[in-house]
T-cell receptor, first 114, second 113 residues
Framework: GAGVSQTPSNKVTEKGKYVELRCDPISGHTALYWYRQSLGQGPEFLIYFQGTGAADDSGLPNDRFFAVRPEGSVSTLKIQRTERGDSAVYLC????????????FGQGTRLTVV | DQQVKQNSPSLSVQEGRISILNCDYTNSMFDYFLWYKKYPAEGPTFLISISSIKDKNEDGRFTVFLNKSAKHLSLHIVPSQPGDSAVYFCAASGLTGANNLFFGTGTRLTVIP
């Protein structure tokens, strides 16, 4: 597809479980971002990849959160030992290169931890 | 600590009239500002941006104004159309953190036909 694709669109998991959220960026976009949007809030930055490496992971809330982008394209956000407070919409975005803030967002994955 | 603030959670405007959405920021290091539009169940879509070296940027019906001394920006939509009904997010970034956007909490715009 032409846009950023995120799967699944919805995920319900039990507290304590492990989840993986996937992002397929726009082809050719080297920069990839993960954001989290809680109810009634704006998106909050989690992590930024330039190519395969995490250039800035300062937004990850704790060590239960981890993200990878092994081949510089698809990225997976991994959350261990999920907590109810992790419930949010997780947004992925991509852009052509570093320092480009006109990023294109996917539709998000709505994570619900019960 | 919210560095980008949108103090109006909602706004209703009659079709054809002007919509004005406001945004304030606290970090004087921000030098690039963006507006995103979001429909339900979709990701935010880039709308318009402005660099801190400008005070106005116009794109069709959309104009963004920046007042650096007041740390305030606004988005004007004229004429407003029912299809403009969405949540609008203001976002900001700085040179050294250009890969990290700081978003406001959003304003829900409803354009009444």
């Amino acid at each position: 597809g032409a846009g950023v694709s995120q799967t699944p669109s919805n995920k319900v998991t039990e507290k304590g479980k492990y989840v993986e959220l996937r992002c397929d960026p726009i082809s050719g976009h080297t920069a990839l971002y993960w954001y989290r949007q809680s109810l009634g809030q704006g998106p909050e930055f989690l992590i930024y990849f330039q190519g395969t490496g995490a250039a800035d992971d300062s937004g990850l809330p704790n060590d239960r959160f981890f993200a990878v982008r092994p081949e510089g394209s698809v990225s997976t956000l991994k959350i261990q030992r999920t907590e109810r407070g992790d419930s949010a919409v997780y947004l992925c975005a991509s852009s052509l290169g570093a320092m480009n803030t006109e990023a294109f967002f996917g539709q998000g994955t709505r994570l619900t931890v019960v | 600590d919210q560095q980008v603030k949108q103090n109006s959670p909602s706004l209703s405007v009659q079709e054809g009239r002007i919509s004005i959405l406001n945004c304030d920021y606290t970090n004087s290091m921000f030098d690039y500002f963006l507006w995103y539009k979001k429909y339900p169940a979709e990701g935010p879509t880039f709308l318009i941006s402005i660099s801190s070296i400008k005070d106005k940027n116009e794109d069709g019906r959309f104009t963004v104004f920046l007042n650096k001394s007041a740390k305030h920006l606004s988005l004007h939509i004229v004429p407003s159309q029912p299809g403009d009904s969405a949540v609008y997010f203001c976002a900001a970034s700085g040179l050294t953190g250009a890969n990290n956007l700081f978003f406001g909490t959003g304003t829900r715009l409803t354009v009444i036909p």
